[in-house]
């Protein structure tokens, strides 16, 4: 059962004759162990860092500790640099671990602004560990790996839209709580960061998780946020992009009838969308993918954290 799914899944973006292939490459697949949510503390700093592990395409939620002395804490870490205000209410720091992340030690540099002016500035290593990710190797006829010529222009064009939507960070916190699945009746796939080679080249990286239900089910925003895409693209299909604010955007495709247009603002739980297999997919189902600044991670590894 869960194989034929797969099958199908594993499948959808790409030819029948590479989908058959699939049937071979599929069973090596095993659900990884999902690791529990840990926090810890960094010494002499007044901030908390949660995350379900440190590996490429993980989160991690940064929350501020008591300190009736600290004003702010710019915090920077690879290439995303964050802002901790101690006034007011508390705001959501996220920091995102790319997928294609190197496995090594991090200098996360962390300066402290204190109420009567100083500053301090520390550097505290966080150790990124390997992850492997699924990976299937298809061989197909030379020229089926790749999305016909007269279509270039169309994925270039629509790649571009993409990147200009997700590089305008709205400066304010749009989410309410914990980011929660848009369709939790479905079935997950492990396929997050799934490596897909063909004739035994890197043809490209599963960014986003599959989740499959039938055809017309409804799929939920998974947090209040701004809709700031809602159109239909090459590749994903009907597409539907969500600004929750501070750089961070969820994406979902494959729909067969979109719910919200662009500019809708949504609350969590609203009904965006129904499940479809619009765009490069042969079977029903939602692709579902989070991009944190320019760091593109596990959604359920974000879904993990408790977000106030
Ligand atoms: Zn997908």
Do not use: C
């Not at 659900?31 to 002499?44: D, F, S």
């Not at 997700?166 to 400066?171: D, E, I, K, T």
């Not at 749009?174 to 699945?181: A, H, N, Q, W, Y």
């Not at 965006?272 to 991009?291: C, D, K, N, Q």
Request: charged share 25%.
């Amino acid at each position: 059962m869960a194989d034929r799914r797969m099958r199908r899944f594993f499948g959808s973006a790409t030819s029948g004759a590479a989908a058959a292939v699939l049937l071979f490459a599929v069973p090596s697949l095993v659900r990884p162990e999902v690791p529990a949510v840990q926090t810890i503390l960094i010494p002499g700093v007044a901030l908390e860092l949660s995350f379900r592990a440190l590996q490429p395409g993980e989160v991690i939620l940064v929350k501020r500790r008591e300190d009736p002395s600290v004003r702010r804490i710019d915090l920077r870490l690879r290439t995303q640099t964050r802002r901790v205000e101690f006034d007011g209410k508390s705001r959501t720091v996220l920091l995102g671990i790319d997928v294609a992340a190197r496995p090594q030690s991090y200098f996360m540099e962390i300066t402290t602004e204190r109420r009567d002016g100083s500053k301090e500035n520390v550097f505290r290593k966080l150790t990124v560990g390997p992850k492997e990710f699924p990976e299937t190797n298809l061989t197909v006829a030379p020229g089926m790996a790749k999305a016909p010529p007269e279509e270039a222009e169309r994925i270039k064009r629509e790649a571009a839209l993409v990147a200009s939507v997700l590089g305008a960070v709205s400066p304010e916190w749009l989410g309410e709580g914990p980011f929660v699945s848009p369709l939790p009746e479905g079935e997950p796939f492990p396929n997050f960061g799934q490596r897909r080679l063909y004739n035994n080249e890197v043809a490209s990286t599963h960014m986003g998780v599959d989740i499959s239900a039938p055809e017309g089910t409804p799929v939920r925003a998974d947090n209040a946020g701004r809709v700031v895409l809602a159109s239909d693209l090459y590749y994903s299909g009907m597409t539907i992009i969500i600004d929750h604010g501070l750089g961070v955007f969820t994406f979902y495709g494959h729909f067969s009838k979109i719910l919200v247009k662009r500019g809708d603002l949504v609350k969590k739980g609203d009904l965006i969308a129904e499940v479809g297999h619009t765009g490069r997919s042969t079977g029903p189902h939602l692709h579902w993918s989070v991009r944190i600044l320019d760091s593109r991670v596990d959604p359920f590894s974000l879904a993990a954290l408790p977000l106030e």
